[in-house]
């Protein structure tokens, strides 16, 4: 009997497990000194990165999206149909602070004029958060940030 119980909780994991696995899907861990850590999204495709965190209402104080890309360049960014205030941070290859843009308004302008933002050096990552989180955070140049992309 206790076989047959054990064979249906393995058929069960199977089945159930790989959409418990897809429910987080796309999200990644960033731990920051202290240990804070903050779910990201993965921006990871050119529609996704276009698309970021645009009409969105709300942002949790523990939630951001992290933008990833092959090669480090001076990654430039703006607020066009951004909802919220954004804190902007640009890393290197080694996961390290490199510029942050902080408070970045958000841009009601109805077409492509709005201001832009971007680092003095290349950027192989940068992490969007709530305006505001950068500074509770205490989050400055040269913090090294603590996260593994798919």
Known sequence: ??????????LSLSI??????????GVVQVQLPGGVIIHAEIADTP??????????EHLAKDRGM??????????????????????????NEKKQIIHIARNVP??????????QYQPNEPALYVLELGGGEADRLKLEKGVKLQFRTP
Not at 1 to 10: H, K, Q, S, T, W
Not at 106 to 115: A, K, L, Q
Request: proline fraction near 5%; charge should be positive.
């Open 16 to 25: 159930f497990l790989p959409s418990c696995l897809q429910a987080n899907d």
């Open 106 to 115: 958000i841009c009601t302008r109805t077409d492509d004029s709005c201001p």
């Open 66 to 91: 992290l933008f990833t890309f092959d090669q480090a360049q001076l990654w430039t960014f703006w607020m066009k149909n951004t909802k919220i205030p954004l804190d902007i941070i640009w890393m």
């Open 47 to 56: 529609k996704k990165r276009a698309d970021g965190l645009m009409y969105r």
């Open 1 to 10: 009997m206790g076989v047959r119980r054990l064979i249906v909780f393995v």
